[in-house]
């Protein structure tokens, strides 16, 4: 079956680090991009970052620019956000996504910055 899974969402205060994990499973993940996106409540799903196949290339949103770092470990099927200095504003189901002919989306995983 293929599916992306992700993990590592939670509550944190305002100034701490979360780092989601996606796991893939029933395709390798290691020839596609992949995506991390966002949607708080009333809002569209906004890209947060992406990256390229190899790892080689990454993009950001300009607002979590210089906070966030998108990797991958193509051997274990499994791409990361790393997410520093959180702000109230970065509150949001956060979905894993990779970009094959067919989408594939991840059921997201929530996290909140409140104090």
């Known amino acids: 079956q293929v599916q992306l899974v992700e993990s590592g969402g939670g509550l944190v205060q305002p100034g701490g680090s979360l780092r989601l994990s996606c796991a893939a499973s029933?395709?390798?993940?290691?020839?596609?991009?992949m995506r991390w996106y966002r949607q708080a409540p009333g809002l569209e799903r906004e890209l947060v970052a992406r990256?390229?196949?190899?790892?080689?290339?990454?993009n950001y949103a300009d607002s979590v620019k210089g906070r966030f770092t998108i990797s991958r470990d193509n051997a274990k099927n499994t791409v990361y956000l790393q997410m520093n200095s959180l702000k109230p504003e970065d509150t949001a189901v956060y979905y894993c996504?990779?970009?094959?002919?067919?989408?594939?989306w991840g059921q997201g995983t929530q996290v909140t910055v409140s104090s």
């Open positions: 996504y990779a970009a094959r002919t067919v989408a594939v």
């Open positions: 990256i390229t196949s190899t790892g080689g290339s990454t």
């Open positions: 029933g395709f390798t993940a290691s020839y596609y991009a």
